[in-house]
């Protein structure tokens, strides 16, 4: 869930970000300073003060599009989410997987595991895996079985989807919360 607020900020193990959401550059006072330049000012003076290495290599300021966390965030378009490249590779991966003639436990929770990032940025999507989840955890550790084609359908399906794994910063946020109860009683 994203702050109400033009400035984000996240600290995730050494990783400090700050996002600003600006004004269009012609509607900007070009002397103007945004609350994302004095965040990461201080940031880097107690970084330097305390003596904490930093990467120069991973340092970004002022970038429309970056890729931080494992997502890949292009500033422009607003769209946020697993980089393009991995989701080939992990397109890939799925394909190569239900064309294996025999599948072990371990192979397809380390798949299904992959799955997950891509999917933070589209939750709904993992709706579409059920009956893979059910049969893994039904195999023994010590065993590998043929794939089921409603587990292989599943996992080729998701693989499809995979361009849709990501979220919009530009879309409106509604106030309204939503909830719902999967239960049959």
């Not at 939750?123 to 579409?128: P, V, Y």
């Not at 587990?151 to 409106?172: D, G, T, V, Y």
Request: proline share 5%; with cysteine.
């Amino acid at each position: 869930l994203l702050p109400a607020s033009h400035c984000w900020e996240g600290l995730y193990i050494d990783d400090h970000i700050v996002m600003q959401v600006l004004p269009k550059k012609k509607l900007r006072n070009p002397k103007q300073t945004f609350r994302d330049d004095e965040i990461l000012k201080a940031s880097r003076q107690q970084y330097e003060h305390l003596g904490i290495p930093t990467s120069d290599k991973k340092a970004f300021t002022h970038q429309p599009s970056f890729t931080a966390w494992g997502a890949h965030v292009e500033g422009s378009t607003g769209r946020v989410g697993t980089p393009r490249e991995k989701l080939v590779q992990l397109s890939e991966l799925i394909v190569q997987v239900c064309s294996l003639k025999k599948v072990s436990k371990k192979l397809l929770q380390k798949t299904l595991g992959l799955l997950v990032h891509p999917s933070m940025h589209q939750r709904l999507l993992m709706s579409l895996l059920q009956e893979v989840y059910l049969w893994v955890e039904k195999l023994d550790d010590s065993e590998a079985r043929r794939l089921p084609a409603a587990a292989r359908e599943e996992l080729l399906m998701f693989a499809l989807c995979l361009p849709l794994c990501h979220s919009n910063i530009k879309w409106q946020v509604s106030p309204r919360v939503g909830a719902s109860d999967a239960c049959l009683d």
